[in-house]
């Protein structure tokens, strides 16, 4: 699981996004009593404008993110609900004016929230600083309480998968085209970095990483795409790689003789 949320301006249309027909499954509101999109919005913003110490940013757009290893799919509405009024909790709004909107039309199940940081006795309920690393953390805590894998746990699971199929990669071709193709056929693009001096690095970035926009995940929209040679091996060069590709030049040349 994977979890963030941010201090926003708030719109109509950005309210409407999670209940969006298309998109949502299941979901439930908080403390708002209008049968429209509009008429809650007037009632987040009724709320909202009683607080004059916060400008601007009086709302809160948060998510969870599900790892699709994990089946999500499977969660009860129940705990899905648990889930969700826990994460409100512990990040403060949940005895303000929220709700919470289950989407399934990506890859990854994943819970919307939009919040009133302004409670009903004008006071902010919800601290911008640190409110990203916060929302990780609590949902950190929520994922060991279900049995879930961390954040840490799946990107840690990612980034040996990647470097598993790379090492592969490297090992059965010569030219770096032939790497690039073998990649690709695993599920990666394997982008190489250059400078005026040359080759200087390169990426190695999942395929399903460049879906269209309105197919992205909520994850991928906020994770840099893919990952550097460092962050799969701190021993794993550039030159390295580009040395094995030459070795394995030689021994087909050597091979074919």
Do not use: C
Request: hydrophobic fraction near 30%; avoid cysteine; aromatic fraction near 10%.
């Amino acid at each position: 699981m994977i979890g963030r949320a941010v201090t926003t301006i708030g719109s109509l249309s950005g309210y409407e996004y999670a209940e969006n027909d298309e998109k949502m499954s299941y979901g439930e509101k908080y403390n708002l009593t209008g049968e429209t999109h509009q008429e809650q919005w007037n009632e987040l913003r009724m709320i909202a404008s009683l607080n004059d110490a916060i400008p601007r940013k009086k709302y809160v757009n948060a998510l969870i993110s599900f790892d699709k290893s994990q089946n999500p799919e499977k969660l009860t509405n129940h705990q899905i609900k648990d889930m969700a009024e826990t994460f409100a909790k512990e990040l403060g709004f949940y005895d303000n004016q929220w709700k919470f909107a289950v989407h399934t039309n990506t890859d990854e199940l994943h819970i919307h929230f939009y919040a009133n940081r302004i409670g009903f006795d004008t006071k902010n309920k919800v601290k911008a600083h640190n409110i990203g690393k916060r929302s990780g953390q609590i949902v950190d805590a929520i994922a060991i309480k279900y049995g879930l894998k961390t954040s840490k746990e799946i990107g840690k699971e990612r980034r040996k998968k990647a470097l598993n199929e790379l090492n592969s990669s490297i090992s059965e071709s010569k030219t770096w085209e032939e790497l690039k193709q073998k990649m690709q056929k695993k599920g990666y693009h394997f982008i190489l970095n250059k400078n005026i001096k040359g080759l200087n690095g390169a990426r190695i970035v999942p395929i399903e990483y460049y879906k269209s926009n309105d197919q992205l995940s909520e994850r991928e929209k906020t994770t840099q795409k893919g990952y550097k040679l460092s962050q799969l091996s701190r021993k794993l060069k550039i030159q390295d790689i580009e040395n094995q590709l030459e070795r394995n030049r030689k021994l087909m040349y050597n091979f074919k003789r």
